[in-house]
Each structure stands twice: as C-alpha cells, then as structure tokens.
C-alpha cells in the first residue's frame, strides 16, 4: 500500500502533450495505452490498475480491453461477439454506468464486508481503496467508445485533486484513443473485405486505377457445387447461413499460413500464395497451399456430418490449384475500383476448378502446381481449357493427406510485424479453436 503523494502539474502537462503527439503521428491503441498509463504513474497519481475497453468496429470483435498494472506491465484481451451479455458484466460498474446513463462512478473499497459489484473482491485481494470508474463516448451517435476505471492502492484513496486530474487526463486520453481506434477501423475494415495484404496496399496508397504489380503465387479457386438448387430448395437466409458454413469450413484454411483469400466470388472464392520465383520459395507456396486444401477437405467433412444431424443435405463442392504469375492491383472505374488478381494463371486455375465436376473428383491440379509438392499425385488427362492455347496435364491427388501430415505446414503463427493487440485478434479468428473457451473473467472491468 502506498502513501498519499503530490501530482506533479507539470508532468501532467507532459502526459497530454504526449497524448496529443501520440494523436497526430497515428500511434496504435497498444502504445498510447501502455504509454500514458507509464507517463501517469510517473506524475505521482498513485495508480496501481487502469483498466480500459475500446469498442471497435470488427467482424470478430465488439471490444479490445487493456489491464495496466503498476507491478506487472500491460495485459490485453479481445471480447468477442455474442447475443448475451455476461453475467458478469452485468454484474459490473460498466453495465451499471450504461444502464443509468452515467458518465462516472466513484466507490470506496473496504478491507471487509459485503460489495456493491463482485469486481471489488478481486480489487480488495489487490489491496484497492479507492476506485473510479467512467464511460466516454467518441460522439453522438457513434458506435466506438472508451470505458475505463482508475484503481490505488493508496492509504485515503484519491484525494480530490487527484480526480480531478484523472478526469482531465481522460478527454486527452479519449482523444488519442479515438484517433488510434479510427487508424485501426480503417485497417480493419479494409482487411476484412480487401484482405490483409491488398489492405495494406491501399493503406499505404496503392489507390489509382492500374496501380499494381505482377507477382508469382500458387493459386486456389474454390466453389460450391449446386448453389442454385441450394438457393432455391432453401430460401434466402437459410442459403446465406449455408454458404457462410461452407466459408467458414472451406475458406478459412487458405487465409493463413502465407495465402489470403483475396475475393468471394459468389459462392466461390480465390486465393493467392505469394512466393519468389525460384524453386524452393515456389515449393514452399504450394505445399502451403496443398495443405490448407487437405485441411479444407476435413473441415467440409466434419460440416457435413454436423449438417447430417440437423437434417441438412450435405455441402459438395470443388477446388482448383495452379501456379504461376498474376497481376496484382486495382482494377474497375475510374472511382469505383477493386483490389484483385488477374491475368492468365488466374483464368487457368477458374478453368481447372471447373474439371472436377468432368473428372467427379474433389481437388484437380495443374503439373505445374503438382511439380512443387511432395505429394503422389494421379494423371486424370489431358485438357485443352477454354481461352488457353497450350494443353494442361491435369492431376488429382492420390493421398489423403501430404507426406507430413500437414501439421507443420499449416500451423498458424502470428505475423511479428503485428502488435500485441493485433495479434490477440488475429489468434483468435479460428472459431473453432477457440470455441467454448473464451472466459467470461475476460470482461473484468
């Protein structure tokens, strides 16, 4: 337990003119947070929590939540989406704040008796006295908001003019926040449905018609069989939740691992593995890639069996894969353009997914692709695919899974460009993997 302390002023002027470079040079939500809880402990406030949670406009996510701790540095949890909220965060100061529409919240924290909200028995084990709490929004009518507490473990609690510099200090916090989270919808919002790297090219102001480049890729094209017939036998919504599954199981394989899905299209999506020109960087992609269809084909399988027990038809479907060089860039009108890959390969790979509706098999390859893997493979023929002018050898996979099993190829690492609380999003966009797990202790505030 601390002693009551002065706050220096002008360290406090220090913390908002850091806060407000923080603004303007674009720094992520992680710094700022971890930065001014730093630059406020050394001001003399007592601080010994900071708790703070951003809403964010996310596919995956309703909120980022950040735990500052004098003792033990920054933790940080993704709150996922769900249609209940958890009891224990209706048990909370912030639920409270929300439902009475207040702005702040100001408890002492006995050493015994009974509690207002079951957050303050953990605060207590903590040694708290005195917490505070509040809610910020980032404008009528917007969907992004900060909500926070400040905790000490100081003899007394805060003195008054300690409040009143927190409440200061959080409009110069909020402001930062507002534009780290803006930086960071705008990343997220263009990776959800460009993809991260077309994202980051566009971030990055690959933005004019014919801006591009050409690269070489292994290349995916998947699709769905009998949509109509799906489209028609079960209606609107019933169709949309049945190609999300098909997604969902299908797709999500080849968005990791070096591929991105780079566009849905329709019922049918295209993946891209980008690799050097060379061999090795070449048999990396396509083993890669080769891998993550192996995967695709359990997930469909475990669908379809899941699909079974609901009295569902089962989902077919077909996958192409090929190798070769595609553009890469924008592409459309003058002011309505796509971020996508084209050229050639890309038209070969639609015209060798199509064959396995010929061939009445799952997967079909071109040699080309086949040549990089260690994989048997089977001849189904020789093709003339329409638009293409040489004839394509096409093959079919003869194992059901590749030499190693697939495990090492397609274990999922965090990206290290990523920050720590980009990558608390991007571990756990497996739903699967993490399905049943996420703790409702999470939501601490």
Same mark, same amino acid.
């Given at each position: 337990?601390? @002693?009551h302390?002065s706050?220096?002023?002008l360290?406090?002027?220090? %913390?908002a003119?850091?806060?407000?470079?923080?603004?303007?040079? +674009?720094?992520?939500?992680?710094?700022?947070?971890?930065?001014?809880?730093?630059?406020?402990?050394?001001?003399?406030m007592?601080?010994?929590?900071?708790?703070?949670?951003?809403?964010?406009l996310?596919?995956?996510?309703?909120?980022?939540g =950040?735990?500052?701790?004098?003792a033990?540095?920054?933790?940080?949890e993704?709150?996922r989406?769900g249609?209940?909220k958890?009891?224990?965060?209706?048990?909370?100061?912030?639920y409270?704040?929300?439902?009475?529409?207040?702005?702040h919240?100001?408890?002492?924290?006995? %050493?015994d008796?009974?509690? &207002? $909200?079951?957050?303050?028995?953990?605060?207590?084990?903590e040694?708290?006295?005195?917490?505070?709490?509040?809610?910020?929004?980032?404008?009528?009518?917007s969907v992004? +908001?900060?909500?926070?507490?400040w905790?000490?473990?100081?003899?007394?609690?805060?003195?008054?003019?300690?409040?009143?510099a927190l409440?200061?200090?959080?409009?110069?916090?909020?402001m930062a926040?507002?534009?780290?989270?803006l930086?960071?919808?705008?990343n997220?919002?263009?990776?959800?449905?460009?993809?991260?790297?077309? +994202?980051?090219?566009?971030?990055?102001?690959?933005?004019?018609?014919g801006d591009g480049?050409?690269?070489?890729?292994?290349?995916v094209?998947?699709?769905?069989?009998?949509?109509?017939?799906?489209?028609?036998?079960? +209606?609107?919504?019933?169709?949309?939740?049945?190609?999300?599954? $098909?997604?969902?199981?299908?797709?999500?394989?080849?968005?990791?691992?070096?591929?991105e899905?780079?566009?849905?299209?329709?019922d049918g =999506?295209?993946? %891209?593995?980008?690799?050097?020109?060379?061999?090795?960087?070449?048999?990396?992609?396509?083993?890669?890639?080769?891998?993550?269809? $192996?995967?695709?084909?359990?997930r469909v399988?475990?669908?379809?069996?899941?699909?079974?027990?609901?009295?569902?038809?089962?989902?077919?479907?077909? @996958?192409?894969?090929?190798?070769?060089?595609v553009?890469?860039?924008?592409?459309?009108?003058?002011?309505?353009?796509t971020?996508?890959?084209f050229?050639?390969a890309?038209?070969e790979?639609?015209?060798?997914?199509?064959?396995t509706k010929k061939?009445?098999?799952?997967?079909?390859a071109?040699?080309?692709?086949?040549?990089?893997?260690?994989c048997?493979w089977?001849?189904?023929?020789?093709?003339?695919?329409?638009g293409?002018?040489?004839?394509?050898?096409?093959?079919s996979?003869?194992?059901a899974?590749?030499?190693?099993?697939?495990?090492?190829?397609?274990?999922?690492?965090?990206?290290?460009?990523?920050?720590e609380?980009e990558?608390?999003?991007?571990?756990?966009?497996?739903?699967k993997?993490? &399905?049943?797990?996420?703790?409702?202790?999470n939501?601490?505030p």
């Amino acid at each position: 337990m601390t @002693i009551h302390s002065s706050v220096s002023d002008l360290l406090l002027d220090k %913390v908002a003119e850091w806060l407000t470079q923080a603004a303007l040079t +674009g720094e992520n939500l992680e710094t700022t947070v971890r930065g001014f809880c730093e630059r406020m402990a050394a001001t003399g406030m007592p601080l010994n929590r900071v708790h703070l949670t951003f809403s964010m406009l996310h596919p995956l996510y309703d909120a980022l939540g =950040f735990t500052w701790r004098r003792a033990g540095g920054l933790t940080i949890e993704g709150y996922r989406h769900g249609n209940e909220k958890p009891e224990r965060f209706v048990q909370s100061p912030y639920y409270y704040l929300l439902s009475n529409n207040l702005q702040h919240l100001r408890r002492r924290i006995d %050493v015994d008796g009974a509690v &207002e $909200f079951p957050i303050f028995e953990d605060l207590r084990k903590e040694k708290v006295t005195d917490y505070m709490a509040f809610v910020q929004t980032f404008g009528a009518g917007s969907v992004q +908001g900060m909500m926070g507490s400040w905790s000490t473990d100081s003899i007394g609690g805060f003195s008054e003019e300690m409040i009143g510099a927190l409440m200061r200090m959080q409009n110069h916090l909020a402001m930062a926040a507002k534009m780290a989270v803006l930086g960071k919808l705008a990343n997220n919002m263009l990776t959800t449905y460009l993809g991260g790297d077309a +994202g980051k090219r566009v971030l990055n102001g690959q933005i004019r018609r014919g801006d591009g480049e050409t690269i070489r890729a292994a290349l995916v094209m998947g699709d769905m069989r009998q949509s109509t017939v799906y489209a028609e036998k079960e +209606g609107r919504q019933a169709y949309i939740d049945t190609l999300n599954e $098909f997604f969902d199981a299908i797709a999500a394989p080849f968005n990791r691992n070096g591929g991105e899905i780079l566009s849905f299209l329709g019922d049918g =999506f295209l993946a %891209v593995y980008p690799c050097g020109r060379h061999k090795d960087p070449s048999k990396v992609a396509c083993e890669a890639a080769l891998s993550a269809v $192996f995967e695709a084909q359990r997930r469909v399988t475990a669908l379809n069996s899941d699909r079974q027990s609901r009295n569902l038809s089962e989902v077919r479907y077909g @996958i192409g894969l090929h190798v070769g060089n595609v553009m890469f860039g924008n592409v459309g009108l003058k002011d309505r353009l796509t971020f996508s890959a084209f050229g050639a390969a890309v038209n070969e790979v639609e015209r060798l997914q199509s064959l396995t509706k010929k061939y009445a098999t799952e997967v079909v390859a071109s040699q080309a692709f086949s040549s990089y893997t260690d994989c048997e493979w089977g001849k189904l023929g020789e093709e003339k695919l329409r638009g293409v002018r040489q004839r394509f050898t096409v093959v079919s996979p003869k194992a059901a899974t590749p030499a190693n099993g697939g495990l090492e190829i397609f274990q999922e690492t965090a990206p290290d460009s990523l920050s720590e609380a980009e990558q608390v999003i991007l571990l756990h966009r497996d739903a699967k993997k993490f &399905e049943g797990r996420l703790q409702v202790e999470n939501l601490t505030p």
